[in-house]
Nanobody, 126 residues
Framework: QVQLVESGGGLVQAGGSLRLSCAAS????????MGWFRQAPGKERDFVAAVSPSGDSTLYADAVKGRFTISRDNAKITTYLQMNSLKPEDTAVYYC???????????????????WGQGTQVTVSS
């Protein structure tokens, strides 16, 4: 079992930056693929980024590629999402999630993630 707690959300102007953190509990953190998803009001939960258990491989949604960076520190059992050049359309609740893995390209799908945090609000003003 993995418990996840996100932090770092807030209000930022367009063009600004935020760094989200996801603190995990559990001894097997380094076995999980970690992902970030987001959900805007009235919309489905969308994939943002994923990082492999070792941190060597990453996957991004086209909408954030080049602006967001996912990383992890297995010693601190924490996953990060550095968000730069933020846009109003990035406004959403951001969720951290853990997956025991699967075909790498399919890790864009939320159904592969067994554990979820409670979410942190990110609001980007224009």
């Amino acid at each position: 079992q993995v418990q996840l707690v996100e932090s770092g959300g807030g209000l930022v102007q367009a063009g600004g930056s935020l760094r989200l953190s996801c603190a995990a509990s559990g001894r097997t953190f380094s076995s999980y693929v970690m992902g970030w998803f987001r959900q805007a009001p009235g919309k489905e939960r969308d994939f943002v980024a994923a990082v492999s258990p070792s941190g060597d491989s990453t996957l991004y949604a086209d909408a954030v590629k080049g602006r967001f960076t996912i990383s992890r520190d297995n010693a601190k059992i924490t996953t990060y999402l550095q968000m730069n050049s933020l846009k109003p359309e990035d406004t959403a609740v951001y969720y951290c999630a853990a997956s025991l893995g699967g075909t790498w390209s399919r890790l864009r799908s939320s159904i592969l993630y067994a554990y979820w945090g409670q979410g942190t609000q990110v609001t980007v003003s224009s």
